[in-house]
């Protein structure tokens, strides 16, 4: 377990500075001070007081989704969240779940029995026990990308998908594309479906028609890219927005493959700016979430959920990270009308 | 200015009691704390401490809105945005503003040249000059009831108006109504199209055909009616939902001018539940926006956008509240097909 000279060492200041830092002191800096928490958080320290303190404890259920190394997208949603609870001295317990575990337990139960005040539930599927609970939960509880109708104690945390599918039209628009495909995730999601509806909406709004033959449902893996890829290019696209990053590299793999270079033929735009992005061939233009403000994020609504302010729905900011898989359309000539 | 033995007779707890909870002392309880410090703020009590601080001073603008007594709107508004912004020593300035003012000096340049880390904006119309800086603005700024595209420094915060008119629908369906009119606040508002777009799924959701001589579009006043409710009742409807409570006030008013009883003959259902709306004849049923919580959240996500977390779109429930102005639909007699 990390010390607090280790913590100073890391951040190149004295011991107490962090001393400061973590014991709230006033002659230092609010942005020093949350460097400090911030540090003592990912390298894994624990002050006294939060190991003394009980009935502050908060859960961070997680399926479906890798977080334990950085490259992970888990990972820095898991972080931020420690990171903005640890400020007020909740302590966290992050636990990966099946399915079956979730059958073994009633999810109240399993909370009430464990102590736990509060829970955010980060990559659970419709279909799981637990998310069918979560309708008459009693237990504050945040869901990572999923919408609970009219229970108080539930809140939805994501992504803005409408400006971040915007923000993909935008930047494409701006190269001169107008025949864009969208390779969207799977089917019966709610983020799937709000990236749909904004793709739709953006074209419009930039005076672009959306060709069916253009637009296509996968799942959230590499391989959608074979089944969809093909009639796309057989269809006229010069520019691929994909539902998320791992699509997108497998659209840059089966472009390839078929003789399409990325970008000069095509430009691939991804989803979610997951750490290998920056390192595909080549570097992935995409629509940042930056995940350790929605771990921050999910924090801040937990707490407020436990405090009787009964969010519903927070959505935060996407951001489009420009590289080099996206390229101004190659000239396509020219058909003159008929006379 | 309330002392602390002012506190303590009101909660009728003793002082060093008050004392812990202003400071923060681990032997007393939350729930405790937190109502020593809400009630504090709402006596304007203010600490040496808060006093003392530099540099952490807040705004809440204020325009179109009543806010200096506990009957109006703004009251619990600007209060639970005090009440969560005094835990985190902030010193909170509330500005009334007119279009004028904001004419005399720009909106960023204004909030430093007084020292303001951040601004929660109530009751702004999309025409203000201060309006249209938001998309660029750098300051940290929470904007009630209205959204500002692809700035990572405003946020909106709102209550859910699909939930509130679909519990509204909701209710009204069970009590047997069919034909449901809706009387909405002003066009071109962001909260008028989001309830009437929640209006007409709700409609499709439980079955009902939407009547397009039963909606409109007029104010958010209770002079609306006059011009809206005889062709709603011409037309037969047999319940009416209204954009706010202001408008459901003038709505029982010309029904009953016209010679219908209300619930009796006509369900009139309200959104807001103003502190008025208990004591109407009959007092209102209505769709509660739960004011203190929204200044809380507020808060809480002015001071997360201090901190860089991008929130751009929050929403807390809402929740209906069933007094005397609906009743079971009158009894209509049926029609037989043609044979």
């Known amino acids: 377990m990390a010390t607090i000279k280790d913590i100073a060492t890391r951040l190149g200041v004295s011991v107490s500075t962090v001393s400061k830092g973590l014991n709230g002191a006033s002659d230092i800096s609010e942005e020093l001070r949350q460097m400090v928490l911030d540090t003592a958080v990912e390298m894994g320290y624990a002050t006294k007081k939060s190991k003394k303190k009980e009935n502050r404890k908060l859960a961070v259920f997680i399926e479906n989704m890798e977080y334990e190394t950085e490259d992970q997208f888990g990972y820095d949603i898991v972080l931020g969240f420690k990171q903005n609870a640890f400020r007020h001295n909740w302590d966290v317990t992050v636990i990966p779940v099946t399915p079956a575990f979730q059958l073994t337990e009633k999810y109240d139960t399993y909370m009430l029995k464990n102590g736990f005040c509060g829970a955010f539930l980060v990559g659970f599927a419709l279909h799981d026990e637990w998310m069918q609970q979560l309708s008459h939960t009693t237990m504050p509880t945040v869901l990572f990308d999923n919408y609970i109708e009219k229970n108080p104690n539930v809140c939805y945390v994501g992504t803005d998908n409408y400006e971040g599918i915007d923000a993909a039209v935008d930047h494409l628009y701006t190269l001169g594309h107008k025949k864009i495909a969208f390779l969207n995730g799977s089917l019966h999601s709610m983020v799937s479906e709000q990236r749909q509806e904004a793709f739709y909406n953006s074209m419009k709004a930039h005076g672009l028609t959306v060709d069916e033959k253009l637009t296509a449902y996968g799942y959230y893996v590499a391989d959608s890219a074979k089944y969809h890829v093909p009639t796309f290019l057989g269809a006229g696209a010069t520019a691929i927005i994909c539902g998320n990053d791992l699509i997108a590299s497998g659209v840059i793999a089966e472009c390839k493959l078929r003789g399409f270079r990325v970008p000069e033929d095509i430009s691939v735009v991804g989803f979610d700016d997951l750490p290998l992005s920056a390192s595909l ?21 937990l707490n407020s959920l436990v405090h009787h302010i009964p969010f519903c729905r927070t959505q935060i900011r996407a951001r489009l990270i420009e590289r080099e898989s996206t390229a101004r359309c190659p000239a396509v000539p020219e058909i003159k009308p008929l006379a």
């Open 281 to 301: 061939e080549p570097p992935l233009t995409t629509v940042r979430q930056e995940r350790n403000e929605l771990g921050k994020c999910a924090y801040v609504v």
